[in-house]
Every structure is written in structure tokens, then in C-alpha cells.
């Protein structure tokens, strides 16, 4: 065991040079399109990279297709990871907070790096960032049927009203829309669903712009939050948040990835953005 730790910790020391630049302006999302890695070679390899627990977590789903939709996930946040950090995938340490929420626990090797993660049918999210709390939520809007009734559990008001006004065709979209949204921020602030869901909401000024309107008793500030909203193919919305921590324009740069196999930038759709217009798309 020694042995092998060491043997990993030479190859990490190696690969200084070659570790990927995350600024503090710079938001990174990584999308994997799990349900096209099917090949048992790669799926067996990423196997190998989860720890005790995360295998035992993996057998515990029913379905074949569930229990590959998780291991690609955990492969994606351990390579990913290691792009940014001198650390073997098979050495992050991860826990939840009180609320659920996952952060690496080996900190001390990854200067300030977090990082969210979301799937859905189709497509895994990993978004990280430097220094900032971050929050992403990716849902396929096509394959699930949603009423006003569901709505009204999850949504507030005030957009429930908004989806009310929308025809019926159009009411599924809307309410993933403000779903992503809502989640994104959920998962920035780390708190789940402690936070309730009808004492904030998103209005869209609009076509493209967003406003974020949050009960007092939330003890938060509008403005130390900044939205994107994407949509990186015809079934899937993108919700990511960020905190603001200086007046510096933040960036997003998109990677399509099938973890240790390949990778390139993408320029997925940008839908809705906060407004703070020096803010950029990158590919």
C-alpha cells in the first residue's frame, strides 16, 4: 500500500507542469454524455478508481443503466479533479455537510478548489471553480411531465403565476427554466432544501435577462449572486450560480468530456444571464 501511494504521489508530482488553469474568475463546466459510454473496458476502468464505499454505493442501484449513470459520475469529478490539483483520482476524499452538500475533504492540496455536480437523463454536469461557492443543475425537460399541481410544491408565487400564463405547450419549459435556477442556488448556498422554495424567485426582465428576488428572512443579498442559463442540446436546461466576490467579469469556459478518453470546448446556447453584461461565454 505504501508502495503504491508513493508511486502516486511521484506521478502527481510529475504532472505539475501539466495542470489545467482555473483563475478566480473563471467558472468551468465539464459535460459528460454518460448514456454513450457503454464500452466495459472504460467502464471498468473507472471502477477501479472508485473507493470501497462508492462500489458498494454503485451495486445498491437496481438498474444496470442507474449503476452506469453513478460510476461515470464519480469517474467525472475524480479525473476532473486531478486536472486542477496534484492529486492521483484515486485519493480525493470526499464528505457532505449537514445538508447534503458533497466538498472535498484533502483541501489542503487544492487551493481553495470547489465544485458542483448535477445529472439527468442523458448528461452529467461538473462544474468547479477557485475561491467561490457554486451551485449547477442540469434537468431533461423532454422526458418528464410536469403539472401546475407539482408547480405549486415547488416553485413560489410568483412563478406559479408566470407558468399559469403560459400555454400548455410551452408550460413543461417553463417550469424547468425556473427549476434549474432554483437549484443552482440551492446547491450554492449549501443548505438544500432547508432553504424554502416559495420565499425565492427568478424573474425573467426578458428574453435574456434575470432577476433574483429573495424573502428578507433569508438572510441573503440578491447581488452576491451571478446566473447563467444554458442549453447545451434541444432536451437539456443548464443552471449554474456563483458568488460574486469583486467587481471582476467572471467567465465560464465549456468541455465536453468522456473522462480519460477525450475532450473539447464547447459554446453551448446562452439563454439568460443576471445582468452584469462584462460577464462571458467562453470555448
Known amino acids: 500500500m505504501h508502495v503504491e501511494r508513493s508511486h502516486r504521489e511521484a506521478a502527481a508530482a510529475g504532472k505539475k507542469d501539466s495542470i489545467l488553469p482555473l483563475t478566480s474568475g473563471e467558472i468551468h463546466l465539464w459535460l459528460a454524455f454518460w448514456e454513450a459510454i457503454s464500452e466495459e473496458r472504460l467502464l471498468v476502468a473507472y471502477r477501479e478508481l472508485l473507493n470501497a464505499r462508492e462500489r458498494e454505493e454503485e451495486s445498491r442501484f437496481y438498474f444496470a443503466k442507474d449503476r452506469r449513470g453513478y460510476l461515470v459520475t464519480r ?113 450554492a448556498r449549501g443548505m438544500g432544501f432547508s432553504l424554502p422554495l416559495d420565499r425565492f424567485c427568478f424573474h425573467f ?16 443579498d440578491p447581488s452576491r449572486w451571478q446566473f447563467w442559463q444554458l442549453q447545451p442540446t434541444p432536451q437539456h436546461l443548464l443552471a449554474v450560480c456563483a458568488e460574486r466576490l469583486n467587481p471582476q467579469p467572471l467567465r465560464l469556459l465549456v468541455r465536453e468530456i468522456i473522462p480519460t478518453v477525450s475532450e473539447r470546448m464547447l459554446a453551448p446556447k446562452l439563454l439568460r444571464t443576471s445582468e452584469m453584461p462584462e460577464e462571458e461565454l467562453h470555448s
Open 205 to 220: 426582465v426578458d428574453d435574456h435577462a434575470l432577476d433574483l428576488v429573495l424573502g428578507s428572512e433569508l438572510g441573503d
Open 75 to 187: 469517474a467525472l469529478m475524480r479525473t476532473v479533479l486531478s486536472r486542477y490539483a496534484c492529486v492521483d483520482p484515486k485519493d480525493w476524499v470526499f464528505s457532505t455537510n449537514p445538508f447534503g452538500r458533497p466538498h472535498i475533504v484533502n483541501a489542503e492540496a487544492t487551493d481553495g478548489l470547489s465544485f458542483s455536480v448535477s445529472h439527468t437523463q442523458g448528461l452529467i454536469v461538473l462544474g468547479v471553480s477557485k475561491g467561490r461557492p457554486l451551485g449547477v443543475d442540469v434537468e431533461n425537460f423532454a422526458t418528464r411531465d410536469i403539472s401546475i399541481d407539482i408547480a405549486e410544491h415547488c416553485l413560489a408565487p410568483q412563478e406559479v403565476a408566470a407558468l399559469r400564463e403560459a400555454s400548455d405547450h410551452q408550460q413543461q419549459y417553463s417550469f424547468f427554466e425556473y427549476w434549474t435556477l432554483k437549484e443552482s442556488y440551492i446547491k
